[in-house]
């Protein structure tokens, strides 16, 4: 009796074994609230740590090595530029038919994700342009780097990678461009991309690539999320929502920077677009709880519509202070990304859950999003959360859950 097993179900069995959560396309749209740092952090780490496994199934035999090969290539994450004339050489190598079974598809042609956060020197940066030409399917791209070279060798290569994007520009549905660049021309050559991508959903840019505050229309009506590290607007004064006339708008997700600077230009953004978004995310990066304040106040103001928020705060504590200055939502998520979450914190954040609970009858679901908090508290903090939520929260009118939706109170129960 023969006991091959169907490529089919070594396909689904290298599948299981590779899949990292919330890295792909569509998984990727439920993190969409996160997209940036705080995504970065948690995600990332559990995608390099998958690229092992994925090595050592092509390593097995010839076999494994043909029907593995496109779960190690279909995300490629780049840390090191000196990785960069290998991994150019092999995609190159096989976009050109070497080393590869007649028929089969060349190595970039399987690349969904690409992920580039380099810092250093590097006489081979300017391969990434070539890695990127390679890759014509890729439906995610996340470019933090600084690449230390000359002004004059460093500048064109930044200027070539909006062109090279464009090959896969019907694919591109996720674009998270965080390089610090403030080149003309390279901030040209991403307008112009931008424009050219009719399928992209996210968009992430370290800053804000219409000055006016217009988004055009063809990128208006595709992209629902939308997020800029350092908002600046600075031509044009205060638009009006006037200024739209009878354009669609997709855009329904903004993600928020709050810092000591910023309020002017995110308010001339929410008085444009405010009326069309029912999520924000608001992170706050300083310590000063006045800008988070302001910032509640001009969503209250601007966003009618709204109906899920997330805060991520350096304390907890900033919530009880804040709590009363909350749109009528429905769905609240909250984290902190300070590293000094101790017994304190852990009670301020539920003596303001049981504020919400007074007051906020709107509220469904709060949400701690960010793993290590929900850790904290299945641990150090345990006697914290499980007591504030069989007494002062017993009977509030919303679920708290983890960050991955389960009831948090159910959690401590497993945990005692």
């Known amino acids: 009796m023969s006991t091959r097993i169907p490529p089919e179900v070594w396909d689904h069995i290298f599948e299981i074994a590779t899949h990292v959560p919330y890295i792909l396309i569509p998984e990727i749209f439920d993190k969409s609230t996160f997209i940036g740092d705080a995504y970065n952090d948690i995600y990332l780490p ?56 007649p028929g089969a598809k060349p190595l970039g042609w399987w690349t969904e994700r690409l992920d580039v956060e380099i810092r250093g ?33 460093y500048e064109p290569i930044m200027r070539s ?55 055009p229309q063809n990128i208006l009506s595709s992209i629902s999320t939308f997020a800029v590290k350092e908002m600046l607007i600075t031509e044009g004064g205060i638009p009006g929502e006037c200024r739209l006339g009878d354009r669609q708008v997709n855009l329904r997700e ?40 302001h910032h509640l106040a001009m969503i209250k103001q601007s966003c009618p519509n709204i109906h899920r928020l997330t805060l991520s705060m350096i304390e907890f504590s900033y919530l009880s202070r804040v709590a009363l200055s909350l749109p009528p939502i429905e769905y609240l998520g909250l984290s902190m990304f300070g590293v000094l979450h101790n017994r304190m ?5 539920f003596s303001a859950l049981a504020i919400l609970k007074d007051t906020f009858l709107t509220l469904r679901v709060v949400q701690l999003t960010h ?32 960050h991955d939706g389960n009831l948090l109170l159910e959690r401590l129960k497993v945990a005692r």
């Open 345 to 349: 914190e852990s009670e301020s954040l």
């Open 161 to 215: 990678i909006p062109n090279a994007l464009r090959q896969a520009a019907s694919s591109l549905r996720v674009l998270d461009w965080s390089t610090r660049s403030s080149d003309p021309e390279t901030l040209l050559g991403v307008r112009e991309l931008l424009t050219e991508l009719p399928q992209l959903c996210i968009l992430r840019c370290q800053y804000m690539p219409w000055m006016d505050g217009v988004i």
């Open 254 to 293: 903004v993600i928020v920077n709050a810092g000591w600077n910023g309020l002017e230009s995110w308010s001339i953004f929410m008085c444009l677009y405010g009326t069309f978004l029912t999520s924000v995310h608001l992170t706050m990066f300083d310590g000063y709880s006045d800008a988070l304040f």
């Open 121 to 153: 020197s590097a006489a081979d940066g300017e391969r990434l342009v070539d890695v990127i030409m390679c890759l014509p399917n890729l439906a995610i791209v996340h470019l933090d780097f600084e690449i230390w070279l000359p002004r004059s060798l």
């Open 371 to 402: 793993p290590e908090n929900v850790d904290r508290l299945l641990t150090a903090h345990h006697d914290v959360a499980i007591g504030a939520l069989e007494t002062d929260l017993a009977q509030c009118s919303f679920r708290i859950e983890d």
């Open 46 to 101: 559990a995608l390099a740590d998958d690229f092992a496994t994925k090595r050592n199934l092509v390593l097995v035999c010839k076999q494994w090595w043909h029907l593995a090969i496109r779960y190690l290539y279909r995300a490629l994450l780049i840390h090191d530029t000196r990785k960069l004339l290998s991994i150019c050489s092999t995609l190159q190598s096989y976009a050109n038919g070497k080393g590869a079974v």
